[in-house]
T-cell receptor, first 114, second 114 residues
């Protein structure tokens, strides 16, 4: 079956611009995670959804970052007034249910803020 | 902030040789997972070892876990050029919310030369 997909794969934004990154998890997966991966580093947790409920947003760097999953499937990560330090790869992962289920990662969206 | 630290940061070997990567972490865990990331791609789950396990095998992969030393190692035997990738360990502390927020290390970049 289809894996986790993300769009766009690449996004170039001017500083101050708003961006929206989309994640399509594997069908039926309850859990959805967003991670941020800076160049040469490992992914860092941003936020977690269980179905449509956002249970943890402790990793969001600032109030410019907002995520939603209104119908418990597709999720959108929105970054308002982008800054250069927001440049990174944004990874989405989904898993079927709770721990210790394997997380399946999408290919990521590479965001470059100029 | 990342909990895991991989060692070495980079490893270069010839095809057929074994590759060993180490991971250290700081807090108690429920399980530890290893992921592979090819350049510009998402992460692929390799293996999960639970805190009550000491060793686990999957094909050419062997993972060990020493909870007393808070460390793990990943051994890839008879390496192939296709094994060239970054390898990350991720710890799952099993947060009270019942989901597995993964904490990744910075990764080991493995290059296998034909």
């Amino acid at each position: 079956g289809a894996g986790v997909s993300q769009s766009p794969r690449y996004k170039v934004a001017k500083r101050g611009q708003d961006v929206a990154l989309r994640c399509d998890p594997i069908s039926g997966h309850v859990s959805l995670f967003w991670y941020q991966q800076a160049l040469g580093q490992g992914p860092e947790f941003l936020t977690y959804f269980q179905n449509e409920a956002q249970l943890d947003k402790s990793g969001l760097p600032s109030d410019r970052f907002f995520a939603e999953r209104p119908e418990g499937s597709v999720s959108t990560l929105k970054i308002q007034r982008t800054q250069q330090e927001d440049s990174a790869v944004y990874l989405c992962a989904s898993s079927l249910k709770g721990p210790p289920e394997t997380q399946y990662f999408g290919p990521g969206t590479r965001l470059l803020v100029l | 902030s990342q909990q895991g630290e991989e060692d070495p940061q980079a490893l270069s070997i010839q095809e057929g040789e074994n590759a060993t990567m180490n991971c250290s972490y700081k807090t108690s865990i429920n399980n530890l997972q290893w992921y592979r990331q090819n350049s510009g791609r998402g992460l692929v789950h390799l293996i999960l070892i639970r805190s009550n396990e000491r060793e686990k095998h999957s094909g050419r992969l062997r993972v060990t876990l020493d909870t007393s030393k808070k460390s793990s190692s990943l051994l890839i035997t008879a390496s192939r050029a296709a094994d060239t990738a970054s390898y990350f360990c991720a710890t799952d502390a099993g947060f009270s919310g019942g989901y597995n927020k993964l904490i990744f290390g910075a990764g080991t970049r493995l290059a296998v030369h034909p």
